[in-house]
Every structure is written in C-alpha cells, then in structure tokens.
C-alpha cells in the first residue's frame, strides 16, 4: 500500500512463466496490482506507461539482459525500487546490480511468504524516500521564506531609522551642533554595524541552501582582484594604506562564481585595513602550480596572537576580545563567509600571521582544467 | 518671489516612518510632495496629482507589489513617460534575485537600495525631473 492505503502497481520481468504466475499470486494476495513481463524489452515498455512502485527483475533473460534492464530503470523511472531476482550461481552478478541501484535481491527458489516480505520492506522503503524528499523540500521552502522574512522585517526597520537621520540632519541644517552631529554619526555606524550583520548571516545562510555559488565559470583571479582592488582603493586611501597588487603572469583560469569571490577579497583587503596601522600597505599576490592556484593578501598589521588562529573562521568570534575598537568592530561573520564560499568551490583558505609584523590569508583552489600534454 | 512652480514628486511606501523621512528630505530640497501608503492609492495618485515622478517602493506588502504598481502606472496615460525611482531594501544587483522581472516588464528609471543618501536622493531626483 501506498501512505494514503492505496494499492501500488507491482511489475514482474522473468522469462519464466511459472515464476511470473507464482509471483502475481502471492503478491495479489496482498492486494496489489500485478503487471507481468516475460522479457526485458516489454518489462521496460510497462515500467514507463504504468510507473509502477517495484519492479522485481530476473538477471537471466535473453536478448535485453536483466543487467542492462536495471541499469535503464534505475536511471528513468524515478521512485521505482528494483529487486533482481536471481539464481544461486549469480550471486556476484547481483552485488553488480545492487551497484547499478537495485534496492535488494532475491535467490531463486523463493517461497510466496518471502516475496512477501521483500516487497513490503522494499514499498516501505520506498514510502520512506518519497517522505524524506518532500521533507527537505519542505524546509528548503521554509528556509527560503524565512529568508525573505528577515530581508523584509529586519531591514525595513534600520532602513526607516537611517533615512530618518538623514531627514533629521537636513531639518537640522547649520543648527546642528558638532557634537549632536557626533551623536547621529555614532548612531549611524551602529545601525550601519546591524545592518552588516544581517547581510553577512543572510550571505551564510544562502550558501548552506544553495542560492550563492550557483554560477561558476571559468574566471580569471585577476579580474576577480582588480574589481576588489577598485572598490577598496578609496577605503585604503583615506586610512592611509598602500593597497598594491603583485600578480603572477598567466595565471591558470579558475572555476568559481565571480560575484561570491569578489565579496571574499573585500571582506580580507576590508579586515586588513581594520588591524593594519597608518603608513601600512596591504599586497594581493597570486602562484600556482601544477596542482592549484593561489592567492595572497599581505599586510604589514599587528598580526594576529598564534593561539587565536585556529578561531579566526569560528563566527562571531573575534581576535580582538572585547578590546572593541570603533574602527575594528565589524559582524563577526565576515572570514566564516570567506571560509564557506571557498569551501563551496572546493578551496580552501588558511592564515599565516606574525604578531607584530603582518598577517596573509591564502586562498587555494584547485585547477580548473588537468595539465594539458603531459 | 519670481520662483518657478515646485516639481511634485509622488512616494509610494507601505512604511511610514521612511516615507515620512523621504518626504521630509525632498520637502527640504524644494519639491512638492505628495505620499501614498499602499499601492492602489499610490496608481489612484498618479491619475489625481499629476506627478513629476514617483518614487515606488518595491517591498510593499508582500514581495512584487511594488512591481503590479509600475505595471499599473505604466498603464495609464499619464504614466507611459513618468519617470519612476523604484526602492529596494535589498541589492538587486546581488547574487540574491527572489524574481526577475519578465522582458515585458515596463522600464523603470532607476533602482535604488534603501536607506538613500539625502544628497544621492535628491541629485538622482533633479537628473530625472530636469
């Protein structure tokens, strides 16, 4: 039976009819509907008209082997389980066909309470992969939605608290004092701080369902650096950094979504221009081998303490302690971001750091294409 | 007072304290402006006040409200050339695009993420009524 206490349609290949008849029986008894084939060929033609729940098969078939049947039901009928049916000396054969995604098998001879068996803990089975798929939709669903709700609800409200600042500095005008302009700014960079946090938890959340990295290509690590390099330039300006790139010449290609990376770089060139002091530089260089292709940020920074390494990518965590600086605090997020969006392309990143002299982040991923004439 | 006639500009968002802000902000920059807090009052506006452009929020509601209006206003006569500012609390521009619009859908001037710039606002406000 089905979960809703239908009968579920049952389907027979074997060549032999006695084996085709003692089947229906025993399987009518449980109030399925039997459908019966005596070779492959119309075995498949039935499973794709009738879809049925089970289809048990026999490997020894002439023309379209039982193997071969197997191997096209497994691929085009979804939710069907398949059982082999098979003879003493074909025991190696079924471990074969267990491979090519048959649920279970059954030596010939069987007895009718056997069978019996076999298809209720096979239907149940199948009950139970047909729950755990809708279950995971269904939270994939309740994911995406919570998602939008938090965009909706949580932003809405400091989008309203910042355009009112905004409106209150201009009603203000000249009347505003430097210190209740100091006041409305620190207000601002806190909101600011909130709003940070939102985006880099919702940017974590995307990755663990899937709706970031989704469009991978081939890209060039360069063009990846150069946009960074552009959107932080400004930032690294006004805190008096150097920001200089020192880039391998043909760098291999790199499989990987654009848009994802370009946020990894700004998140390490932004964490760099936090512990980095005035008269720094910061330096985005690139290496490969044979094997991977890499990339540096350097910064000449305070480093970082060696026993804090190991919780840089731990969220929330922060090197610092609670010695919050305005300038350093940020979501806590921001390297278990980087961290996901290299795991999600198969990469990695890791930091070396020397307190007192500067710290570099190394992002590795691997080849794209295997090396070529060798 | 030789002044030429204020430039009235029509908002369009369910959240009042933004709206009250924006308003505040283009009042101080020398506009006219008239508010409406649901999308049906806000199309209703374009046909009652005769705007100079409309700033529509996209998140009214339930998500894509903001995209029926500028369908609506782009349906009426007085609406083909408005120009019209649409508002998002999320970047459209990021990797998270809960729909896109069809090819169909009607042009809008420019999208803009929330919370706005007083300065930003009120210059992208001039380029399109000018």
């Known amino acids: 039976m089905d979960q809703a206490g239908r009968p579920e349609k ?25 459908l019966t084939a005596a070779d492959g060929e119309e075995g498949l033609r039935l499973a794709r008209t009738e879809r049925p729940a089970l289809a048990f098969v026999d490997l020894k078939m002439p023309r379209l082997s039982g193997m071969e049947v197997i191997d096209i039901l497994a691929k085009d009928i979804p939710d069907l389980i398949i059982i082999v049916i098979t003879g003493y000396a074909s025991i190696m054969s079924a471990v074969e066909s267990l491979k090519k995604g048959a649920y279970d098998y059954m030596p010939k001879p069987f007895a009718p309470d056997q069978l019996r068996a076999v298809a209720r803990r096979a239907l149940d089975h199948r009950n139970l992969l047909i729950e755990a798929r809708r279950l995971k939709q269904e939270r994939k669903e309740i994911e995406r939605n919570f998602i939008t709700f938090v965009t909706h609800e949580m932003r809405s409200p ?31 960079r806190r ?40 959107e ?24 990987g979504d654009r848009e994802s990376l370009v946020r990894v770089f700004i998140n390490i060139i932004g964490n760099a221009t936090k512990y980095t002091p005035a008269g720094g530089a910061i330096t985005i260089s690139t290496d490969y081998n044979d094997s991977y292709v890499k990339a540096m940020v350097s910064d000449t920074g305070k480093g970082i303490p ?3 390494i190991p919780f840089l990518f731990v969220p929330f965590y922060r090197a610092d302690g609670n010695d919050n600086q305005e300038r350093t605090r940020g979501s806590g997020l921001g390297l278990t971001f980087c961290k996901r969006i290299m795991d999600a392309h198969d990469g990695k990143i890791t930091v070396e750091s020397k307190e007192g002299s500067g710290t570099t982040f190394t992002l590795h991923f691997p080849r794209s294409t295997p090396r070529e004439g060798e | 007072m030789t002044s030429e006639p204020k430039k009235k500009i ?41 705007p100079d452009l409309a700033v529509v929020d996209m998140m009214m509601e339930t998500w894509g409200e903001g995209f029926s209006v500028v369908s609506k206003i782009r349906k009426l006569s007085g609406g083909k050339t408005l120009p019209l500012i649409v508002l998002s609390s999320v970047d459209l521009q990021g990797p998270y695009q809960s729909f896109e619009p069809s090819e169909e859908f009607p042009k809008v ?4 993420q929330k919370p706005l710039k007083a300065e930003d606002l009120l210059r992208y406000v001039q380029e399109l009524t000018n």
């Not at chain 1, 309203?160 to 209740?180: C, H, K, R």
């Not at chain 1, 330039?233 to 880039?247: F, K, V």
């Not at chain 2, 001037?109 to 803009?112: E, G, Q, R, S």
């Open chain 1, 232 to 255: 932080m330039s400004q930032l690294c300006h006004n805190r008096d950094l150097t920001l200089e790139t020192n880039l391998a010449e043909n760098l291999p290609a790199v499989m």
């Open chain 1, 10 to 34: 049952i389907l027979i290949i074997d060549d032999e009819q006695s084996i085709l008849d003692g089947c229906r029986q025993a399987l009518e008894k449980l109030g399925h509907e039997v």
């Open chain 1, 191 to 230: 909101i600011q701080n909130l709003e940070d946090l939102i985006e880099h938890w919702l940017d974590i959340r995307r990755i663990e369902n899937g709706t970031f990295v989704k469009e991978r290509e081939e890209l060039l690590l360069d063009e990846v650096i150069q946009r960074a390099v552009e």
């Open chain 1, 306 to 308: 060696r026993g804090k």
């Open chain 1, 158 to 188: 400091l989008a309203a608290i910042q355009q009112n600042f905004e409106a209150l500095t201009m009603v203000l005008g000249d009347s505003l004092t430097d210190e209740a302009s100091e006041i409305i700014e620190r207000c601002r």
């Open chain 2, 109 to 112: 001037n420019m999208v803009l």
């Open chain 2, 10 to 50: 029509l908002l369009i968002d369910d959240d009042i304290d933004f709206l009250k802000a924006t308003k505040l902000i283009l009042e101080k920059g020398g506009y006219q402006v008239v508010t409406a807090e649901d999308g049906k009052s806000g199309v209703d506006a374009v046909e009652s006040e005769n």
